[in-house]
T-cell receptor, first 112, second 116 residues
Framework: GESVGLHLPTLSVQEGDNSIINCAYS??????FIWYKQESGKGPQFIID?????DKRQGQRVTVLLNKTVKHLSLQIAATQPGDSAVYFC???????????FGTGTRLQVFP | ETGVTQSPTHLIKTRGQQVTLRCSSQ?????VSWYQQALGQGPQFIFQ???????GRGNFPPRFSGLQFPNYSSELNVNALELDDSALYLC???????????????FGPGTRLTVL
C-alpha cells in the first residue's frame, strides 16, 4: 500500500494515554480548519473541523483547539488506541476560496 | 467509507505520455477537488470543479486539466507526463451551497501514479 509520511515528525504514545498533535497554519484570513487522518494506502479521512468564530470543538474522543492569535491548531485524542496510528494533517480553508491548504503532517505511533 | 471512489488504484506510465484518472463523487455532491500528494508530504490542491466548471486552481501548469460530469463523476487529465508527476492523486467531493462556501471535503482512496 501507499507509504505516507516517510520523514514526518513522529509522536509516539502509549496505548491509553492522551495525544496532542500540533499544527501552525499559515494564513490569518483562513476561517475554516479541518483535521484529517491518513492511514497507509488510504485517502485522508475527516476527523473534526472548527470555524474561526470558535476556539474549541469536541467530538468523540477528539478535541480541536484553535488559537487565532498565534495561528495555532491542536488535536487532542483521548485514550489513544492502536487504531489511531496514522499520519494526521491539519488543513485550512482561506475565506472566500475553496482551496484546502494542508500542513506537513505528523505521524502518530501508538505502542502497547 | 466516504462513498468516493477512484480508478485505477495504481498506474505506471512513461515520461511524455498522457494519463486520465477517474473519480466518482458521493451522490448529491456538486463539487469535486483534485489533489496531488507526493511521498511524505501533505496533499496539494490542483483544482476544483463546481457544477461542471473550474472553480479555482492551484499552482499547477495547464497540462493538468479536468472535467466534471452531471452524474457525479470527474476526470483528471495530465499531458506530457514528467518524472515529478509521480504521486498519489486524490479527489475529494463536497457539497457547495454557494460558489464560495464549501462543506467538508470527503476524500477517495487515491490513484498511485508512477512515471518512469
Amino acid at each position: 500500500g501507499e507509504s505516507v509520511g516517510l520523514h514526518l515528525p513522529t509522536l509516539s504514545v502509549q496505548e491509553g494515554d492522551n495525544s496532542i498533535i500540533n499544527c501552525a497554519y499559515s494564513n490569518s484570513a483562513s476561517d475554516y480548519f479541518i483535521w484529517y487522518k491518513q492511514e497507509s494506502g488510504k485517502g485522508p479521512q475527516f476527523i473534526i473541523d472548527i470555524r474561526s468564530n470558535m476556539d474549541k470543538r469536541q467530538g468523540q474522543r477528539v478535541t480541536v483547539l484553535l488559537n487565532k492569535t498565534v495561528k495555532h491548531l491542536s488535536l487532542q485524542i483521548a485514550a489513544t488506541q492502536p487504531g489511531d496510528s496514522a499520519v494526521y494533517f491539519c488543513a485550512e480553508l482561506l475565506g472566500g476560496t475553496d482551496k484546502l491548504i494542508f500542513g506537513t503532517g505528523t505521524r502518530l505511533q501508538v505502542f502497547p | 467509507e466516504t462513498g468516493v471512489t477512484q480508478s485505477p488504484t495504481h498506474l505506471i506510465k512513461t515520461r511524455g505520455q498522457q494519463v486520465t484518472l477517474r473519480c466518482s463523487s458521493q451522490s448529491g455532491h456538486n463539487t469535486v477537488s483534485w489533489y496531488q500528494q507526493a511521498l511524505g508530504q501533505g496533499p496539494q490542491f490542483i483544482f476544483q470543479y463546481y457544477r461542471e466548471e473550474e472553480n479555482g486552481r492551484g499552482n499547477f501548469p495547464p497540462r493538468f486539466s479536468g472535467l466534471q460530469f452531471p452524474n457525479y463523476s470527474s476526470e483528471l487529465n495530465v499531458n506530457a507526463l514528467e518524472l515529478d508527476d509521480s504521486a498519489l492523486y486524490l479527489c475529494a467531493s463536497s457539497s457547495t451551497t454557494t460558489p464560495v462556501f464549501t462543506d467538508t471535503q470527503y476524500f477517495g482512496p487515491g490513484t498511485r501514479l508512477t512515471v518512469l
